[in-house]
């Protein structure tokens, strides 16, 4: 089965914008035209493996891992380096669990202030002074 890039955006709940970016950053390639004389008289055709990749980036980049971190990952996903991905994977779960503790903190923070708000209607909201400069 061969894919237009809108067929293959369309897919793979991207914009087709998405899929050139990708392209330019070098996580896809770029296919030829079909046809033609490659200056707009043929159709560039994607395949299964191009579906593949695209959605491995898009589920790659939900579990946080930046998109140098993603080509790593396809470079390291022809190699086999378990051991390589495994500290990748180790290091993208030390950072979401520092991107845990702070928004923990900071969600604590807000119910404090949301509870000295209610607390009182005399003075200013606790919440608004708590954000001022």
Same mark, same amino acid.
């Given at each position: 089965?061969?894919?237009?890039?809108?067929?293959?955006?369309?897919?793979?709940?991207?914009?087709?914008?998405?899929?050139?970016?990708?392209?330019?950053?070098?996580?896809?390639?770029?296919?030829?035209?079909?046809?033609?004389?490659?200056?707009?008289?043929?159709?560039?055709?994607?395949?299964?493996?191009?579906? $593949?990749?695209?959605?491995?980036?898009? +589920?790659? =980049?939900?579990?946080?891992?930046?998109?140098?971190?993603?080509?790593? /990952?396809? @470079?390291?996903?022809?190699?086999?380096?378990?051991?390589?991905?495994?500290?990748?994977?180790?290091?993208?779960?030390?950072?979401?669990?520092?991107?845990?503790?702070?928004?923990?903190?900071? $969600?604590?923070?807000?119910?404090?202030? +949301?509870? =000295?708000?209610?607390?009182?209607?005399?003075?200013?909201?606790?919440? /608004?002074? @708590?954000?001022?400069?």
């Amino acid at each position: 089965m061969s894919f237009t890039i809108g067929k293959l955006a369309a897919a793979c709940g991207v914009g087709v914008e998405t899929v050139r970016y990708y392209q330019r950053r070098g996580l896809l390639c770029t296919p030829v035209r079909s046809g033609g004389d490659g200056w707009g008289g043929g159709v560039r055709r994607y395949g299964e493996d191009d579906v $593949r990749r695209l959605k491995f980036i898009r +589920a790659a =980049q939900a579990s946080g891992f930046t998109l140098e971190e993603i080509s790593e /990952l396809l @470079a390291l996903e022809e190699s086999d380096d378990r051991i390589r991905v495994r500290a990748l994977a180790r290091q993208r779960i030390d950072a979401l669990d520092e991107k845990i503790a702070q928004m923990t903190e900071a $969600r604590a923070a807000l119910a404090r202030l +949301a509870d =000295q708000c209610a607390a009182s209607d005399v003075g200013p909201c606790p919440i /608004l002074t @708590a954000f001022e400069p």
